[in-house]
């Protein structure tokens, strides 16, 4: 039984990187990324597991970080979104989101980031229906969500010409 006011040390791999924080173990991941880590681009925007902002990859698969306790994920892979490209470069799927608008007051962003990431990761050419259904548990108050699909299929068709470029190279 662990008295509320109990730290420990929490060991997690972050973006790549080993970290450590000192924190209680009911503290959760989203808590720890932006209190503990200083990674605040995981929002919190809502109190009920609805909206998808603070959502990170865990072992690749999208992740709620507000409703996941941070000390039972010390054996895995957390990507937040500032690791999902190298400093000072942008993937294709962040510039198709820029160039879409998919991108407006930018609160959501970070969760759609990782959700359309997650996506193209694992099936690189998805259907209209598979990015509805991948994207639907992320809300945006801003956008009407129509720029957001327009900005995965820009990021698929930038991906495909990146690719055919390498290999005509
Ligand atoms: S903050 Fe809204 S789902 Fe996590
Ligand atoms: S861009 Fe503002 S909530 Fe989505």
């Not at 490209?85 to 990782?114: D, K, M, N, R, S």
């Not at 990021?155 to 055919?164: F, Y």
Request: proline fraction near 5%; charge should be negative.
């Amino acid at each position: 039984m662990h008295n509320s006011a109990t730290k420990e040390i929490l060991r997690l791999k972050v973006n790549g990187e080993e970290r450590e924080a000192l924190a209680p173990p009911h503290k959760l991941l989203l808590d720890v990324l932006r209190e503990d880590l200083a990674l605040t681009g995981s929002k919190r925007g809502c109190d009920d597991s609805s909206c998808g902002c603070c959502a990170v990859l865990v072992d690749g698969v999208p992740t709620l970080a507000c409703v996941a306790l941070a000390a039972s994920y010390q054996d895995c892979e957390i990507t937040t979104v500032e690791g999902i490209a190298a400093p000072g470069t942008l993937t294709a799927v962040q510039e198709g989101y820029v160039e879409a608008g998919g991108t407006q007051c930018g609160f959501c962003t970070p969760g759609f980031l990782i959700a359309t990431k997650a996506l193209l990761d694992r099936n690189p050419e998805p259907t209209p229906d598979d990015i509805r259904e991948a994207l639907s548990s992320n809300l945006c108050r801003c956008t009407g969500y129509m720029q957001i699909y327009e900005s995965v299929r820009l990021a698929i068709e930038r991906t495909k010409s990146s690719q055919l470029d390498a290999v005509r190279s």
